[in-house]
Every structure is written in structure tokens, then in C-alpha cells.
């Protein structure tokens, strides 16, 4: 199962869930946060941006599933 979000003019964005996932519900933020800080989760599905902390490398690809 997958969730694709075409984009206006060209492209899409594609979310996919592991074949065994279990019943998962994410909270997106009400903003876009500021250059460089990144998503976090309260471990209840409940997502905010926060600054990482210093040695955090950035620009990684993170998969979720």
C-alpha cells in the first residue's frame, strides 16, 4: 500500500508501508520548522522539529518502515 502525491506540474512524492505493518498514525507539525532542524517523535505517533544536538551528521536519507 502506498500514499503518492503528485506534484503540480511534474514529479510525486511516495510514502509505502511494510507489508507487515501494524495500525500506525502520525501527527504531522503545524509548521514547517527552520533550516536544519529535523523531524522527532514522542514514540505515540506525535511529530515536531527539533534542532539535533552538535554530531548529528544531516542530509542522511532516513527510511521508515
Known sequence: M???????????????????????????PVDNGTNGQVLTTDGSGGLSFTTPSAGVSLGLAIALG
Do not use: F, K, P
Request: charged share 10%; proline share 0%.
Open 2 to 28: 502506498a500514499l503518492r502525491l503528485v506534484g503540480q506540474t511534474s514529479g510525486y512524492v511516495e510514502i509505502h508501508a511494510h507489508s507487515t505493518a501494524s495500525d500506525n498514525a502520525l501527527t504531522l
